[in-house]
């Protein structure tokens, strides 16, 4: 498709498993970002890659928060020992290089930790 | 004082009816700057980039006050279909190659017919 995806729309877990969630971006886009936003919240950062650059994490909450992007493409945001106060809407947007255009959102996964 | 401020409202209108949305910004050396619409339980979607010299599309105008270090939405002959929450969003460097933007919480506009 055209558009930035996620999986999976909706995500139900107990708490203390691992979830891990999957963003595919626009095609050639180079940049690509995680957010999460709780009910009635804005949107927090996460985390951030760029090109092959080290990916700016400095959003991540605990170090039960990680993702990776393979290839430059797709990217996996992974939770473990999920706690209750992660149960969020996990957005992930793309944008292209070199130009001051906006990002493009996925439509993202809500993620619902019992 | 956060780096991106606005007004949560909700701003409720009748359709037809003009309304304006401030949003303040802190870092000064912020560079881009943008409105997002978010509707109910759904992404972000750009509806427009701000310039420093005003902009405008279809009902929409933006404008950037660098001085002031804030920035303004203007939506004219509401619809129905306007009603949303409206995202101000800053880049706080050089946006063209990246970085991570600044969104506010979010101003709620409802247009009641």
């Known amino acids: 498709g055209a558009g930035v995806s996620q999986s999976p729309s909706n995500k139900v877990t107990e708490k203390g498993k691992d979830v891990e969630l999957r963003c595919d971006p626009i095609?050639?886009?180079?940049?690509l970002y995680w957010y999460r936003q709780s009910l009635g919240q804005g949107l927090e950062f996460l985390i951030y890659f760029q090109g092959n650059s080290a990916p700016d994490k400095s959003g991540l909450p605990s170090d039960r928060f990680s993702a990776e992007r393979t290839g430059g493409s797709v990217s996996t945001l992974t939770i473990q020992r999920t706690q209750q106060e992660d149960s969020a809407v996990y957005l992930c947007?793309?944008?292209?290089?070199?130009?001051?255009?906006?990002?493009?959102f996925g439509p993202g996964t809500r993620l619902t930790v019992l | 004082r956060k780096e991106v401020e606005q007004d949560p409202g909700p701003f409720n209108v009748p359709e037809g009816a003009t309304v304006a949305f401030n949003c303040t910004y802190s870092n000064s050396a912020s560079q881009s700057f943008f409105w997002y619409r978010q509707d109910c339980r759904k992404e972000p979607k750009l509806l427009m980039s701000v310039y420093s010299s005003g902009n405008e599309d279809g009902r929409f105008t933006a404008q950037l006050n660098r001085a002031s270090q804030y920035i303004s939405l203007l939506i004219r002959d509401s619809k129905l279909s306007d009603s949303a929450t409206y995202l101000c969003v800053v880049a706080p460097s050089p946006w063209e190659y990246g970085n991570k933007l600044v969104f506010g919480a979010g101003t709620i506009l409802r247009v009641k017919s």
């Open positions: 095609s050639g886009h180079t940049a």
């Open positions: 947007a793309s944008k292209t290089s070199g130009t001051p255009t906006g990002q493009f």
